[in-house]
């Protein structure tokens, strides 16, 4: 398997705390199969403010990760990437070789959970327009995608590519992301699972589990989800995306009566 999102890299951003807790979480992704992660550190994310978050300060921090691996028999390759956080200036960015995967071919985006500004339309079409497509990081997770499930079309019509948290479906990451990962989920609105795990406990590699999750409530491709489609990327290759939009408006009617009973 390919996990393509995490924070694994010790003391860069809000991952992993130490190069012991790096090796723990890559030993359990070892233990479950994963063998190979794309490391996304934050990347101009407010949190991030006065950090050095250059692609010649994280490629030594891989390598010296990559060293510790050996060391401890661990089979796991890393690969280089980042999760940028939403500003108007992403066409800017597509030149840093720290912002892109797959050859300048893809970017994964994370917004602020409470607010996706109305201008990442343009933003997102200007990308594609200079051969960059955008991988949506976890939209179970953003308020406006529960309220409005049908945020999430606009962006598969568009061109994206939608990747969920392994975590959100296993309820991890609360009632809300779960419920609205399973319609995402049964829809087949979206083409990667990654873990976005940041630590040896309550946030870990969770791949395995989550699979099977999923594998217990569709009859999924869960080759193109772990290996395929996240290996596509790391080469910079396009990934095929069919869905089906047939039931919109019954899925949205349904997450807000979910919505209320969870309130």
Not at 34 to 47: A, C, E, G, S
Not at 158 to 166: E, N, S, V, Y
Not at 168 to 197: C, M, R
Request: charged residues 20%; hydrophobic residues 40%; negative net charge.
């Amino acid at each position: 398997m390919i996990d393509f999102h995490n924070h694994i890299l010790p003391s860069v951003d809000d991952g992993s705390k130490s190069i012991d807790m790096s090796i723990s979480m890559l030993q359990h992704a070892y233990d479950q199969g994963i063998t190979d992660v794309v490391n996304t550190v934050h990347l101009q994310h407010p949190k991030m403010e006065g950090k050095d978050i250059s692609f010649k300060r994280i490629k030594i921090e891989i390598d010296r990760l990559k060293e510790n691996l050996v060391k401890n028999n661990i089979d796991i390759d890393i690969h280089i990437g980042s999760e940028v956080f939403f500003l108007p200036n992403l066409v800017e960015l597509i030149d840093n070789p720290l912002a892109t995967i797959g050859n300048g071919k893809y970017m994964l985006i994370e917004f602020h959970p409470h607010n996706i500004p109305i201008i990442h339309k343009q933003v997102f079409f200007n990308l594609k327009m200079n051969g960059v497509t955008p991988i949506v990081a976890h939209p179970e997770r953003y308020r406006q995608v529960q309220e409005n499930i049908n945020i999430v079309s606009e962006w598969l019509e568009a061109g994206c590519i939608i990747q969920i948290d392994a975590g959100s479906p296993l309820g991890l990451l609360g009632k809300q992301a779960k419920v609205t990962s399973e319609i995402l989920i049964k829809n087949n609105w979206y083409q990667l699972l990654g873990s976005d795990a940041h630590d040896d406990k309550n946030r870990n590699f969770c791949m395995k589990e989550s699979l099977h999750y999923i594998n217990s409530i569709v009859d999924t491709d869960m080759n193109n989800l772990a290996i395929q489609n996240p290996r596509r990327i790391i080469q910079g290759e396009p990934i095929a995306v069919d869905v089906n939009y047939q039931n919109v408006s019954d899925m949205y009617s349904f997450i807000h009566k979910i919505k209320n009973y969870i309130k």
